[in-house]
């Protein structure tokens, strides 16, 4: 009886011990919990604890819409887009993805970005976003519609890259067609239009005694028809380089040379106009990599402006300078100016500045959209600094040639006399 006793009471003070460790154990927590919620009492406690709980699954239900909701958005587009973890496993691809690259619905998903797209390119473009931050990329895609797309890649701020995949097929397509149908054009129409120019020219001739007016007129068929075959040899020479069908004969070109030579060429008509030449041409400056002829019909284009913009007895000034690597050709004139709102639109195909401004003396707008095209093909940029009624400097500029290309070429000045201008452009 004894031994019974002395087990209950050792049972139960073994309860009372951990039932006092619990109650311990708890006010520990209690205050910590009140420390941490800033709560006055366990009341308060309680209350704090519940409104967590329920802001957590406010948070987790919303995280879960908005999932929801970007996922219904990508499949509402048209553009395939497709999110890749670091491993550049396919975590996601949306509808179109898989129509673009005619793929299974959800096949992609857990596959390697290699076996999904069956395109190592594509894989690149993907790599390299993961390295450099983002890439672009366009690729005719392995599929029965062989289709044309083009990647572009970024890197996500979180984890992984996001691929956007855009079908441009039907956009190749009809720009073929466009190229296709201006080169027929431009084609059928050079024939009569040198038939027309080479009958005025002999009507002309013809027309030595008869009446002023009908010489006025014959004159004026020579001029209009100089200005058609002008347009359609530019409309040509454009689709032609925008169609990359436009070789590049590159080679060392020394751009104080070809910046002397090509002036030299308009200066007659330059005299013509009543304007004068100047130049502002260093010694010599490092060569760059490109085509001499391309190069020298940019600043043709932007010279016969000048002339054509230009008020009697003005000058136009032709300088090179090198600075930051690559070499800058500019062209600066006294003339009317560039308005403000056309600036950004002036080296469009066809764009000109209001019509009332340069009546009778507007182009075919085709001559600053080729030099444009000319100087992006050299890897260079063109852009023109103007105040309207202040005249303009129209600038290009092309990289300098890398030291291998360079080696054993030197650029000369020539032994020509070169009129200095006190003041030239300013930077840009």
Known sequence: MDAIVVTFIAVLAVLLGWALAVAISRGRAIERLREATGASDADDVERRVRDALEQADTAR??????????????????TGVV??????????????AHVILERRSGSMVGRSALEAFVDARIEGIART??????????????????????????????????LV????????RLQ???AEFIDNLSHELRTPLTTISLLAETAGRDAASASPRLRERIAKIEVETGHLIQMVNELLDLSKIESGSVPLLLDDVDLVRVARNNAERLKPFAERQGLR????????????????????????????????FSPNGGKIVVGVREADGEVVVWVQDPGMGVPR????????????????????????????????????MHGGRIWVESEEGEGSTFSFAVPIAPPVAAAGTAASAGDESIEETAAPPPDS
């Not at 999110?83 to 179109?96: F, K, P, Q, W």
């Not at 995949?165 to 190749?172: A, Y």
């Not at 130049?279 to 043709?300: N, W």
């Open 61 to 78: 239900w919303n995280a879960d819409q908005t999932s929801h909701d970007a996922d219904y958005l990508t499949e509402l587009l048209s």
């Open 83 to 96: 999110h890749l973890r670091d491993d550049l496993i396919v975590e996601s691809a949306n509808g179109a």
């Open 129 to 162: 976003a993961m390295e450099l931050g983002s890439a672009t990329g366009e690729l005719a895609v392995r599929s029965n519609a062989a289709a044309t797309v083009v990647v572009r890649a970024r890197r996500s701020p979180v984890s992984g890259v996001w």
């Open 165 to 172: 995949i855009e079908d441009v097929s039907e956009l190749r």
């Open 176 to 178: 073929r067609i466009r």
């Open 277 to 308: 030449l100047a130049f502002d041409l260093p010694a010599r400056v490092s060569p760059v990599r490109g085509d001499e002829d391309r190069i020298g019909q940019v600043l043709i284009n932007l010279l016969h402006n000048a002339v054509k």
């Open 341 to 376: 709102a056309d600036k950004a639109r002036i080296f469009e195909r066809f764009y000109k500045v209001d019509r009332a401004r340069v009546r009778g003396r507007g182009g075919t707008g085709l001559g600053l959209s080729i030099a444009r095209h000319v100087v992006e």
